[in-house]
């Protein structure tokens, strides 16, 4: 065998293998066996980057390379279901259809999986083309991202059509779900809401490489193309199923109404069972000839229709509202409940969002209200049982006007639903909040230091502020209660460290509000210290590339409290950076590119899309994510985009390769 038949063998069997293992569930060889072809693939890949592909097994570990997706317009629409909500509409539906059609008809019963969906193409049995759902119109092309996902299959199998398109849902089965917010909890970042935030936050990741490592699974429910196999639905995903594809084995064909209530009612409680999350069931005529003359409204099928299941609810008793205050201020409110059993655990608090919404459910205390568990972690209240309210009505629920930390007055800023307290530098939780944020690892990153620390040491009345952990000693840490001299050791070799952290870093620690990673990067870049900054106007603020009126008026609002100054002072004093490192000091920066917005398109060789970015921005450029006619070039690596290419031609802009651009900046 030579090199290319050994490589088209491997390829072969690994798809062949994958296919076992994540669509069939039936694994032939062990997963070191399959480690081992992989790697071996991989070396010859390698070795003979000639025989590279894009669809070979290799490409499902993603790529670092960071991107802007292209837009893409859809062949066919993607349009969404009409909802029903109970039997009668069910009913309804099938009425309709029994008078429209006047014949024989069938309805295929299926799950309805609460993902993200995609539309995939495939040409000459290979996946060419994956993109969301966007607007229904267009989508983001996600093809490398889609890659990853080992149950969508990149070469077929069988006797497919030359091309088609193949929709479904990606989703992040519950298990990962679980455990990605886990981790993320433990990094202090922001948790997903549920597995479909989880799922479609995932794919548009730009950074393949997580994407893979993110599990995400897939069913597919829908075939179009010119030349399908059958004149069923049903029947053609079957086909789909031998070419490869994951299909949903709880999928039934039926005739009666009864027979749909059997799968609905047996499907609102087996769907426990079910690894991935669904959130009804989607009714659909079977052939595709009746579908064609039931035809579609401007918004949907008439030939289709979902029926989404009761979120699990519970109907308790409201004992109290109580307040919380976050890091940032915002002030949210919480239900205090009589504790209730929903959907497998015990509830005694639920979210009640922010005033407007306590408002327009026109809550009393005792009042009787509905909990209800969707796929969120967080249950809500969803309603007020009226009918129930006795004689005595418990008094109204008034959102509060004052922090229940610290007494001051709320305010509401526009266009905002929170109440926030503008107390910043002496509110407990904000000031907790703002330690915390201060030491997490994209901030000082101070090892060592976690926020129950931060709450003793706030408690014990150790740290006021973040100035005071510069000022701490072993001494100090060692003599309070369950921290030996060794952890101590570590807290303080940790703060010393932070001392080094750049100044970027140090601007985003100060917790700034709407002073980001991004926003700290671009003022470091505008401003070389923080004097500059604090004295920066109004306009200076808002001349920097995506800073607008809301972070510039944050900023100067920060440098106009005099603690915040004393605050900095006081971390001057400590050592830390407050300036731009000589090394960042407009080194390498020239005008070469003022005024030119860039778009970046493609995979390079010399340097990352990253560097490539920086370099624009260092030579005075912008770098912009899609193209119009305002672009001045395209910096294009290989494999540039076909819809970004079609773009630039169209309005005429330039292309530019890598070379081309070293020489022009060089
Ligand atoms: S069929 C023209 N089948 O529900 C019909 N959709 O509200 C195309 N969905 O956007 C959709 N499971 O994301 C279909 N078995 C299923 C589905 C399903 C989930 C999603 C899909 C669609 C939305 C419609």
Not at 75 to 85: D, E, I, V, W
Not at 184 to 210: V, Y
Not at 461 to 479: F, H, N, P, W
């Amino acid at each position: 065998m030579n090199i290319k038949e050994r490589i088209d063998h491997l390829r072969a069997e690994l798809h062949r293998h994958n296919y076992n293992y994540y669509v069939l569930n039936a694994p032939e060889i062990s997963d070191r066996q399959f480690d081992d072809m992989m790697r071996e693939l991989q070396d010859l890949e390698d070795a003979y980057p000639e025989y590279r592909d894009s669809n070979s097994p290799t490409m499902r570990v993603g790529s670092d390379i960071n991107k802007n997706f292209v837009q893409v317009p859809h062949k066919y629409p993607m349009l969404s279901l009409g909802n029903t909500y109970s039997e009668s509409e069910v009913a309804d539906f099938y009425d309709r259809i029994k008078k429209a059609l006047n014949e024989d008809f069938e309805i295929c019963c299926e799950l309805k999986f609460d993902g993200t969906s995609i539309s995939l193409t495939y040409e000459d049995g290979k996946l060419i083309r994956a993109v969301t759902r966007g607007d229904g119109e267009k989508g983001d092309d996600v093809t490398d991202n889609v890659r990853t996902i080992r149950a969508i299959p990149l070469v077929l199998h069988g006797d497919y059509p030359k091309s088609f398109e193949i929709r479904g849902e990606i989703l992040m089965p519950w298990t990962v779900f679980e455990e990605l917010n886990k981790e993320k909890e433990a990094r202090e970042e922001p948790l997903f809401a549920n597995p479909r935030n989880a799922a479609s936050g995932t794919l548009k990741l730009q950074n393949s490489a997580i994407v893979a490592s993110r599990k995400l699974d897939s069913y597919l429910y829908y075939l179009l193309g010119e030349e399908l196999p059958s004149n069923g639905h049903y029947e053609n995903l079957q086909a789909a199923k031998r070419w490869g594809f994951k299909i949903s084995e709880h999928m039934r064909k039926v005739r009666t109404l009864n027979d749909i209530y059997d799968y609905i009612n047996y499907w609102d409680k087996e769907r426990k069972n079910l690894p991935v999350a669904t959130d009804g069931i989607v009714l659909k005529v079977n052939s595709l000839r009746q579908q064609r003359y039931l035809g579609y409204t401007a918004k949907s099928p008439r030939w289709a229709i979902a029926y989404k299941f009761q979120a699990e609810r519970a109907l308790t008793r409201l004992d109290k509202v109580s307040y919380q205050v976050g890091r940032t201020g915002a002030v949210t409110p919480v239900a205090n409940l009589e504790p209730v059993q929903l959907a497998g655990t015990i509830v005694k608090r639920a979210s009640l969002h922010n005033a407007d919404i306590i408002e327009s459910l026109d809550l009393h205390i005792g009042d009787m209200v509905y909990v209800e568990k969707g796929g969120e972690i967080i249950p809500k209240i969803t309603g007020v049982a009226k009918e129930m309210r006795g004689m005595l009505l418990g008094d109204k629920v008034r959102f509060i006007t004052h922090c229940p930390e610290c007494g001051s007055r709320l305010i509401r800023y526009e266009n905002e639903a929170a109440y926030y307290c503008p107390n910043e530098t002496a509110c407990p939780p904000q000031i907790k909040g703002k330690i915390e944020h201060f030491i997490s690892r994209r901030a000082m990153n101070i090892e060592g230091l976690g926020p129950e620390t931060v709450d003793m040491f706030y408690r014990v009345g150790l740290i006021k502020t973040v100035a005071d952990l510069y000022s701490l000693k072993v001494s100090d840490i060692s003599q309070l209660n369950r921290m030996g001299n060794k952890s101590a050791e570590n807290i303080i070799k940790g703060i010393e460290a932070s001392r080094q952290v750049p100044f970027e870093r140090v601007l985003f620690a100060l917790g700034i509000r709407f002073v980001g990673e991004t926003v700290a990067k671009k003022l470091c870049r505008t401003f070389s210290n923080i004097d500059e900054l604090s004295n920066a106007s109004i306009e200076s603020l808002k001349g920097i590339d995506e800073i607008g009126e809301k972070i510039a008026q944050s900023v100067i609002a920060y440098f106009s409290n005099p603690q915040n100054l004393l605050l900095i002072e006081k971390l001057k004093s400590a050592g830390l950076q407050f300036a731009r490192s000589s090394q960042d000091d407009g080194e390498g920066r020239t005008d070469k590119l003022k005024g030119q917005s860039v778009v970046i398109s493609g995979v390079f060789s010399h340097y990352s899309r990253d560097e490539y970015k920086a370099m624009i921005e260092n030579n005075g450029g912008k770098n912009v994510g899609s193209i119009s006619s305002k672009t001045s070039f395209i910096l294009a690596g290989e494999n540039m985009g076909p819809a970004k290419l079609e773009k630039a031609q169209k309005l005429g802009i330039k292309i530019m390769s890598e070379e081309e651009f070293l020489a022009l900046i060089s």
